[in-house]
């Protein structure tokens, strides 16, 4: 089955500085990756998603990118703010013309520092 | 997005128990639902795969007696703890969406004393 390694568990950023967290995927079937964002005690919010047809994508701060070569993918977060903080989640999926479940890395907390 | 509830929020139970968890797609026609466990300081884990109209698909590992899911409707998903113990303590989320993307319910939590 796939397996998707995230790095690192923790990261702590100067508020301005930009973030990257990184993930790999082993599955060479799957072909969607999204990113959630998870506050404490709340649910996981989807930020942004790529396909694999696609090797970059952007909204506002937030952008992901895709070697599907290397089976890699990372989120980017560009002028990080203190709302930012929170507990990230790489995912991957083979979904074929619908959904699949969803395999997750183990998470990053994201610490910005004021 | 579209919009997944969950209810309840969270559920205390005696050990032997069983507890049922609804999961409804308020504005999507959900064919095909996830559950989800997470437990703290932990990541999602994959539990099942919920369809609507014929049986769940189970990931390994999980017991299909004692997690019943059940899809009758294309809103509705259930899922049903049976004589729950303390090691199923955890929180439990569903997920769903009109096509590849998944957005999750609010979550339950359980608690099994």
Redesign the interface.
Known sequence: GENVEQHPSTLSVQEGDSAVIKCTYSDSASNYFPWYKQELGKRPQLIIDIRSNVGEKKDQRIAVTLNKTAKHFSLHITETQPEDSAVYFCAASAARGGADGLTFGKGTHLIIQP | ?AVVSQHPSRVICKSGTSVKIECRSLDFQA??M?W?RQFPK?????MA?SNEGSKATY??GVEKDKFLINHASLTLSTLTVTSAHPEDSSFY?C???P?????????TRLLVL
């Open positions: 997005g064919t095909t996830f989800y932990q990541s999602l884990m994959l795969t990931e390994q989320i997920a769903g969406g096509g590849e993307t998944q957005y999750f319910g609010p979550g």
